[in-house]
T-cell receptor, first 114, second 111 residues
Framework: ETGVTQSPTHLIKTRGQQVTLRCSSQSGHNTVSWYQQALGQGPQFIFQYYREEENGRGNFPPRFSGLQFPNYSSELNVNALELDDSALYLC?????????????FGEGSRLTVL | GEDVEQSLFLSVREGDSSVINCTYTDSSSTYLYWYKQEPGAGLQLLTYIFSNMDMKQDQRLTVLLNKKDKHLSLRIADTQTGDSAIYFCALRGAAGNKLTFGGGTRVLVKP
């Protein structure tokens, strides 16, 4: 039990739709990162939020966007869904942006795009 | 960019030791991690090592870091059937704001 919770756990969308995924970080953690894990692959970094500001982004198009709220929870939004967006989306929680060791993941939101 | 490589599969008998290997290219990595993923689940943090360390032991887990060869390994002593899973190594780069993962090693423990 990491204290990182994600919702929904599973969802199905069709191409062109939009999706919002949510994450509550572990108590005391002010940094949230999002990762995409395609089937059979390692997770890929999407972006990170530290104290409500984006402070790093991976190689993902602008239709992937996010927010972090004052309570440090976070949302990942994906517009104009494509079939290749089908994946497990993982949220990770840590303390203090770029420093420190521990990085805990939630159980993920599995998105299927038809 | 960073590159992290792992072998795809490891088979081990229950009670034996498992060694999972990882090689990487980014010499500026600060923290190096091992995560475990069971089917349909998220990533469980097993252990991590800071880049100025050579070894870290935590109960049945031993992490070895060879910075010269850019090689990280995870040894699991007395491997149990519950250790069957996919294991990922991951590196935090100098910028500190992301992890770069390997492709994962599937470990199968046979009774």
């Amino acid at each position: 039990e990491t204290g990182v919770t994600q919702s929904p756990t599973h969802l199905i969308k069709t191409r062109g739709q939009q999706v919002t995924l949510r994450c509550s970080s572990q108590s005391g953690h002010n940094t949230v990162s999002w990762y995409q894990q395609a089937l059979g692959q390692g997770p890929q970094f999407i972006f990170q939020y530290y104290r409500e500001e984006e402070n790093g982004r991976g190689n993902f198009p602008p239709r992937f966007s996010g927010l972090q709220f004052p309570n440090y929870s976070s949302e990942l939004n994906v517009n104009a869904l494509e079939l290749d967006d089908s994946a497990l989306y993982l949220c990770a929680s840590s303390l203090d942006g770029r420093a420190g060791g521990e990085l805990f993941f939630g159980e993920g939101s599995r998105l299927t795009v038809l | 960019g960073e590159d992290v490589e792992q072998s795809l599969f490891l088979s081990v008998r229950e009670g034996d030791s498992s060694v999972i290997n990882c090689t990487y290219t980014d010499s500026s990595s600060t923290y190096l991690y091992w995560y475990k993923q069971e089917p349909g689940a998220g990533l469980q943090l097993l252990t991590y090592i800071f880049s100025n360390m050579d070894m870290k032991q935590d109960q049945r887990l031993t992490v070895l870091l060879n910075k010269k060869d850019k090689h990280l390994s995870l040894r699991i002593a007395d491997t149990q059937t519950g250790d069957s899973a996919i294991y990922f190594c991951a590196l935090r780069g100098a910028a500190g704001n992301k992890l770069t993962f390997g492709g994962g090693t599937r470990v199968l423990v046979k009774p």
